[in-house]
């Protein structure tokens, strides 16, 4: 059957009224009538005119309403603080900074308001004062509705475009893993099990016993932890696959740092260009470099950085400017240049063999290097199975990528390709024949990574505590709606 | 601080070396040599030549390569059926039809193919032969290796950033809602439940009993069976947001139409350009005719679409040809036609009042209408609480959107605004107060719908079972991987 060329016949050219972003991106240079919804910021009254700020959350500005006088005043009264409205009248521009245009309202002219939804200001939870974070957090079913919250939202779209345009570009193909799995991550208990179901429709007047509560797949079945052992199978099937995907984690965690659902960009691909782990890290910074420049100059990253964060700011935009690629040490030299910093009061010795606790990573990223740095070829002991063993079979051939401020930001490593260390280095795991069955057949050459999505938020933004790095958090003993 | 632009000064440049679809999209004209890495899918040996057909996953043709004498014998045995191989040779223009290029190796001038993975088509599971769709699914792992499921995960990847498109065109801003949830779905039994946890990290020789196992988040936990409501708290933020997202349902259901996790594209916007059910319903069509248009011509679409479907092919294609509106008609007017197609043997008989049964929806899209059909104004008492009552007070302003071999694509309402009809019909619901406030304080009138993604896949490449619409499929009893 042939497909006739469709697209250019059929174009309902169906098209919602435009925001107010769609509305001021569009450059307006003549005055026209337009009309706008959204929602009041604040209202200033004068003797013969009002301002009133108004925002449809499309960009971090908004825009203005100059009312003037002939608006009627029941309808003023009602402006108040959250209303919600519609606004028509001459889009004209502004002689006011900080603005191009502004709306004037002239009821002479054809100009009206109208009040859509009330809000009582006495009540309201939203207030204009700045609110602390800890009281929005109570209040997360009205907190997008601030300006911070809103342009956090804004950011992890753009970040997310940007990356699905990043991956697109280098041939990958984004695809959905299963959140319901049978892997336990390997019974370290951090992840959410599924309960017992009652048994379905139970036959109407049957005098059969009611059977017990039984596993709806008929065997026990988790949260995922990571989407990497599925993606690595799709990985040996389409080449270049990633996901962008929620993931949990039964962490008692009360920390800014821990979510217990989260997002996390995992990617892997087969076929990578070096044996080592370099490869990874040039991708790694490739992505975030193209990913972060592009957003930098956003209205959005602007209102998130607070004043007064100039210099962690600096070192974030550091890392940015100039053409040197970024610090890369392995964890053995690492660990040399923390146990040569003996003037540092750690509360941890750094030690071969020993993981590096935070203060470590902190002092690395921040102190060492003062930006970003790859530490790499960790000791086997302290990764998972599923990294490749490096000749010296000691280490393995991965990556943590820590950031100042932030930490772990990025984890990734070559996979062990060879069937027979991988069966050893699992041996009395349950249930992952099939993980050593992509290898046996067909096995290709992969390299991965993971990378959590609130903490490249944070990162971007400044934003200290991921529970402000997501619309609606949840943490060991919060999850609200 | 003024951020510099950033944007032209620092490019590191990394790019991947390119896809088979990125080599072949690029048109190269030239010969020159090139290196890909894949799987072998068949091998024709002759005397004084081989042939390989080479697949990465990136598109649904893959490359051949012409292996001249000269190879040695060892790696010509190795090449089998889904053997990974890199290969070196010259790109050329290709004699044979249905290709544009070949890549001819010639160890005489630097050709070479190198054997990455074996693969021992004695025990391997995937065959040349077309296995069915039963065998694959036990074979979850493997399965992205045939071309059926890979076009299948190109176009949902494919479907997915055309929605994007769309969305961001319209002002629309991609949010991510919870998956675990305090919302019990009105305790339909249809939503897991998360586990209790064991309490963590006793203090060490303690002699305090251990506790139970208690609520992770101090209350009972599910996962979400829609965004919608939670959306609704964005929409009145920021306008207009959709999501992509899994949802879950724990349905004994063994049909080819339900999974337990799917995903599902939900969208909510705040100040709809009129009143009613059919701004909706506008925008609805406008998305899938600019989203599904785009892909009709895919090379993966082709593979998907089996012989012998013409007429099923048709009339999908129908819905996407010519300018016509596809057709509205309420639910009563559905049962007067269904009440008047008195040939028709139904099982269940339509009335005023009832569900529309699956045979009902086929034959308002098959046989009445032969297309997709919005049946709107659904009676209320069918219908959740959150639907907005019309001034007929009887009935619903919905729709479901039917489509022929699918049946319910799309269902969407608006979203009753008024605080006081809610209230009501919200009466003994526990834990919604929010909901409640989201309209008390500055609510504003919003609209959305939710599309359930596999079934969107399933329309538009005719693939019959969603269980092959996703990469590993849930569902009850059935969880592998």
């Known amino acids: 059957m042939i497909v006739r060329r469709l697209l250019s016949t059929v174009r309902p050219g169906f098209s919602l009224s435009p925001t107010i972003r769609q509305l001021l991106d569009s450059r307006?240079?003549?005055e026209r009538i337009v009309t706008v919804s959204g929602w009041i910021k604040s209202v200033r009254r004068q003797k013969n005119v009002a301002f009133a700020a108004i925002t449809d959350g499309s960009d971090a500005k908004g825009i203005q309403a100059v009312l003037l006088k002939g608006i009627d005043d029941?309808?003023?009264?009602?402006?108040?603080?959250?209303?919600?409205?519609?606004?028509t009248g001459r889009l004209v521009s502004s002689p006011s900074a900080g603005q191009s245009h502004e709306i004037v309202v002239d009821q002479k002219k054809k100009g009206?308001?109208?009040?859509?939804?009330?809000?009582?200001?006495?009540?309201?939870?939203?207030?204009?004062?700045?609110?602390?974070?800890?009281?929005?957090?109570?209040?997360?079913h009205f907190r997008a509705r601030t300006s911070h919250i809103s342009s956090m939202l804004r950011l992890r779209d753009l970040l997310r475009r940007r990356i699905d345009t990043w991956f697109e570009s280098q041939g990958f193909c984004a695809v959905n893993t299963p959140i319901i799995t049978g892997n336990d991550a390997e019974g370290a208990g951090e992840a959410f099990r599924l309960a017992l179901v009652e048994n379905h429709h139970p036959a109407a007047n049957s005098n059969v016993e009611p059977t017990p509560p039984s596993e709806f797949f008929g065997r026990p079945a988790f949260l995922t932890v990571s989407h990497q052992l599925h993606l690595e199978a799709l990985a040996t099937a389409l080449s270049r696959v990633y996901t962008l995907s929620p993931c949990f984690r039964a962490e008692p965690s009360q920390t800014g740092k821990h979510l217990a659902e989260f997002w996390m960009l995992e990617a892997e691909w087969a076929f990578p260009s070096s044996s080592g782990v370099h490869g990874i890290c040039d991708l790694t910074e490739g992505l975030l470099r193209d990913t972060v420049c592009g957003v930098l100059e956003s209205d959005d990253v602007n209102v998130l950085w607070k004043k007064g964060e100039d210099s962690k700011r600096a070192t974030f935009l550091?890392?940015?400017?100039?053409?040197?690629?970024?610090?890369?040490?392995?964890?053995?030299?690492?660990?040399?240049?923390?146990?040569?910093?003996?003037?540092?009061?750690?509360?941890?010795?750094?030690?071969?063999?020993?993981?590096?606790?935070?203060?470590?990573?902190?002092?690395l990223a921040e102190k060492l290097v003062g930006g970003?740095?790859?530490v790499t070829d960790y000791p086997a002991a302290l990764k998972p199975f599923y990294m490749r063993?490096?000749?010296?079979?000691?280490?393995?051939?991965?990556f943590d990528l820590l950031v100042p401020h932030i930490g772990e930001l990025v984890g990734g490593s070559v996979r062990e390709q060879r069937a027979d260390i991988l069966e050893e280095r699992m041996d009395g795991m349950e249930g992952v024949e099939w993980y050593l069955n992509i290898r046996k057949y067909g096995g290709a050459p992969h390299v991965g990574f993971g990378m959590g999505f609130e903490r490249l938020v944070s990162w971007v933004s400044g934003i200290e505590n991921i529970r402000e790095c997501t619309a609606m958090p949840r943490w060991a003993g919060r999850m609200l709606l």
């Open 389 to 398: 063993i490096n000749d010296d079979e000691k280490t393995v051939a991965c």
């Open 28 to 30: 307006p240079e003549t």
């Open 74 to 87: 029941e309808t003023l009264r009602r402006l108040t603080m959250g209303a919600a409205v519609r606004v």
């Open 372 to 374: 970003p740095v790859f």
């Open 112 to 140: 009206d308001i109208v009040v859509l939804g009330d809000c009582d200001t006495e009540t309201y939870p939203i207030q204009k004062k700045d609110h602390t974070a800890e009281f929005l957090r109570d209040q997360v």
């Open 318 to 363: 550091n890392a940015f400017q100039g053409s040197r690629t970024w610090e890369r040490i392995t964890y053995t030299e690492a660990i040399r240049e923390l146990e040569n910093a003996t003037s540092v009061p750690f509360e941890y010795q750094p030690k071969w063999g020993h993981a590096l606790q935070s203060e470590h990573e902190k002092w």
